[in-house]
């Protein structure tokens, strides 16, 4: 019997719940549920592994010696993955300041709250770590099978990368909660989690235009002049590398220095977390913000009342704006490729069709879910006298209204450089996020808008439809700037995916 | 009563639902016009549910509900024009000042603009909500959200106000408050249909009193009634309550009916 209040005691009841947690997010509380999720995984790593074998094998020779193209290309990749964990890493302490949960009930024993919080960012390790080395797994396998055994000494970089991003996340939390105060730490800590997710994929990007003017990151990490200026290959920044190419001295090095920095974050930050998360609680306590002059509710119609309600509501609230604009960082690069274009010093337009056909899917999924399932007055709404109808449509209206307002000028500098492509891109900015839309309606369910980050549990099939669907009618998109008639076979196949989503959504059925 | 009114303002006839087992079974009441009917019941009597399908918020398994003569099933958007529902859970959007949500309610229900403003304003004066007119509801109490949320229930002047707990979480001076407005309404000839478990409330404010127990009306009528229909012995409102339940209780699992009046 573990001693009640022990860091051993907190660990096994975070794992009870982490793994209880995982259960049912895998069955829904079903068990045959449970082994279809189960197949469908098993399905999903066989593909992967697939995926990535026909990704690297043409690539290079991966028995040969590294070379510094070799060097550069896994010093970069590994860069980017570090990024997008660091991100989550930062996503997962401001969750662990903010949610309440049992912390309540915990801060309020007499059991330290110290050894919790140095459980949970333990935890926090864990977790990130779990998540990257099942992401990383089938390329570091295929690279084992094509290059041999040492390439498994990726596992452990990723591991350390892990370990790092939890460390410098919690003292970087810290950092911003010493600063800033704990109100604005929560939306600049998000802000700074996906800026930090996107901006090695972003800054690549404009690199990429820059100097050889496409979008591609693989052809600016194999591009001569990066090469070039590089280090030479036994500097010391790439010990990393070395690390992962299966250098045993450079592995213990990485490993031994995440290790020390996870443990020094645990050892110095998680006493300070107990008084921040006791701060973050009353964040909801404080006092509202006062407007001097209200917005003007004096609609026409219903339906306006409920358009100009949802546009209040998002502008009003930072983080969710955040949120779903976040997405739209990504679009950075093909602007600026498209201004390039503007003032002549570049081509390829057509590269921005379905960049731009994407974003507006995963833009009008967002809202679309803040308008549909995020309402925070339902019966108020169904006990209005307005048809169901009139709202689905005034909601929807909506939805455009926002995507219009992003998209538009976009579309305005397309067309002044070629009015075909903005006339396509017009139609699938439509179609994609029509259909977003309507995949959200299908999956309907009530929910709090502030969980619109964890929106993607409450519906797989509905998370998976969409992005399906944005994907699919991208990809119609790049093939209709080529042929239009081709682009009705892809097109037919987003058709197929939304009648499917259809069949399977719990409205209907 | 004016001619050419209905004196009901409310008719549930035979209402049944039904989840994983009845939660309202072959419910009959009448609630007239201008009454103040209170509906008492110990949790799980399907007190909620039958005001949830009054406002059209759930659909019956079964039978009719008619709303100042009209049928709220075959004609929802109708009878909400003239009904107001407000449960125990404020429906408030965080982000909306008092004001602004007065406005955006009125707009839901069509009121003009300039008809709107006035009675916002009104209501906010009415309510004690001056102060914090301009205030987002999100740094609110729950009895200052509560009474935002029954402004906004109050600023469509509906004929037949339904109210699901208003007083859970107000404070003395608020519960007072909302009483005295809700009697001022019903006084200007509104109809009020309310459940709570605040037997004092019942029994200083309803016309009224419905006992639900097991989605059945297990008895009804004014105060007096309900004590003869429990028998002697029952002095306080509470035990007549309490005798009325255990009735109740006996009844439905024999399938009977409610006491009469």
């Not at chain 1, 089938?138 to 094509?146: C, R």
Request: hydrophobic share 55%; net charge positive.
């Amino acid at each position: 019997m573990i001693k009640a209040g022990t860091v051993a005691w907190f660990a096994q009841h975070e794992t009870r719940l982490a793994w209880r947690d995982w259960a049912w997010l895998l069955s829904g509380g079903r068990r045959r549920r449970g082994y279809a999720v189960m197949l469908g995984l098993a399905v999903f790593v066989v593909f992967m592994h697939g995926f990535a074998y026909l990704t690297l094998a043409p690539s290079a020779d991966f028995t040969a010696p590294p070379d510094k193209r070799l060097l550069v290309s896994i010093g970069g990749t590994l860069l980017l993955y570090w990024s997008l964990m660091l991100s989550q890493a930062m996503e997962a302490v401001t969750r662990a300041f903010y949610a309440r949960g049992d912390l309540d009930l915990i801060l309020s024993s007499s059991a330290s709250a110290g050894r919790l919080f140095a459980v949970r960012i333990g935890a926090m390790a864990v977790g990130i770590a779990g998540m990257s080395l099942g992401l990383a797994a089938p390329a570091i396998n295929v690279l084992a099978w094509l290059g041999g055994a040492h390439w498994l000494a990726a596992y452990g970089v990723v591991l350390a990368l892990a370990m790092a991003s939890v460390a410098i996340s919690v003292m970087l939390t810290i950092g911003l909660f010493r600063s800033i105060g704990p109100k604005r730490t929560r939306l600049v800590a998000q802000i700074v989690a996906a800026v930090i997710g996107a901006s090695f994929v972003i800054g690549v990007q404009l690199v990429a235009i820059l100097s050889v003017g496409t979008l591609s990151r693989a052809i600016l990490f194999q591009s001569q002049p990066i090469i070039d200026r590089a280090p030479d290959v036994d500097s010391l920044w790439w010990l990393p590398v070395d690390a992962a190419i299966g250098g045993g001295l450079a592995l213990i090095i990485v490993l031994a220095a995440g290790a020390f920095v996870l443990a020094g974050a645990i050892r110095f930050c998680a006493p300070r977390f107990a008084e921040l998360a006791l701060a973050a609680g009353g964040v909801a306590q404080s006092s509202a913000r006062r407007h001097r002059r209200a917005i003007s509710f004096h609609p026409k119609s219903p339906g306006q009342a409920l358009r100009r309600k949802e546009w209040v509501l998002l502008w009003r609230d930072p983080w969710l704006m955040s949120q779903s604009l976040m997405q739209l960082l990504y679009l950075l690069p093909p602007f600026f490729l498209l201004a390039r274009m503007f003032y002549g010093e570049g081509s390829g337009a057509a590269l921005l069709v379905p960049v731009l056909i994407m974003a507006a899917g995963q833009l009008a999924g967002g809202l679309a879910w803040l308008a549909i399932s995020g309402e925070d007055a339902p019966d108020l709404i169904a006990s209005a006298p307005v048809t169901a109808a009139r709202v689905w449509r005034a909601k929807a209206e909506a939805v455009a209204g926002g995507i219009a307002i992003v998209f538009g000028p976009i579309l305005f500098v397309l067309a002044i450089v070629d009015p075909r492509l903005s006339i396509l891109t017009l139609c699938g900015i439509t179609i994609a996020g029509s259909a977003a839309t309507l995949i959200q309606f299908w999956f309907r369910a009530q929910v709090k808008r502030s969980l619109f980050r964890r929106r993607h549990v409450s519906s797989r099939i509905a998370t998976f439809a969409e992005a399906l669907s944005s994907i699919i009618w991208a990809g119609a998109g790049a093939v209709a700037v080529v042929s239009l008639s081709f682009a009705i076979i892809p097109g037919a196949v987003a058709l197929l995916v939304l009648g499917l989503a259809w069949m399977f959504s719990p409205k209907r059925q | 009563m004016t001619q050419g009114f209905p004196e009901f303002a409310l008719e549930i006839h035979d209402l049944t639902k039904s989840f994983e087992r009845p939660a309202v079974d072959g419910l009959s009441l009448r609630v007239r016009a201008g009454e103040f009917y209170t509906l008492l019941g110990p949790n799980g009597a399907g007190k909620t549910t039958t005001l949830r399908m009054t406002t059209g918020l759930l659909k019956p398994d079964r039978g009719s509900i008619t709303a100042f003569g009209i049928d709220v099933l075959a004609d929802p958007v109708a009878a909400k024009q003239i009904m107001a529902w407000l449960s125990d859970e404020p429906m408030i959007y965080d982000r909306l000042t008092p004001l602004e949500y007065l406005h955006f309610v009125a707009g839901l229900w069509g009121v003009d603009n300039d008809t709107a403003d006035a009675r916002a304003r009104d209501l906010i004066g009415w309510l004690g909500l001056a102060a914090y007119a301009q205030e987002r509801c999100e740094g609110l109490s729950k009895g200052t959200r509560q009474k935002v949320a029954l402004a906004g229930a109050l600023v469509h002047e509906p004929r037949l106000i339904i109210l699901d707990e208003p007083f859970t979480g107000l404070d003395a001076a608020s519960a007072r408050l909302v009483k005295n407005v809700l009697r001022e309404r019903v006084a200007d000839g509104c109809s009020v249909i309310m459940t709570t478990h605040i037997l004092e409330v019942a029994e200083r404010m309803a016309d009224r009193i419905g006992v639900m127990c097991g989605g059945r009306l297990a008895a009804e009528g004014t105060l007096d009634d309900l004590r003869r229909q429990a028998g002697a012995g029952h002095a306080t409102l509470e035990d007549t309550f309490l005798a009325l339940v255990e009735t109740g209780s006996r009844l439905t699992d024999s399938g009977r009916g409610p006491i009469a009046a």
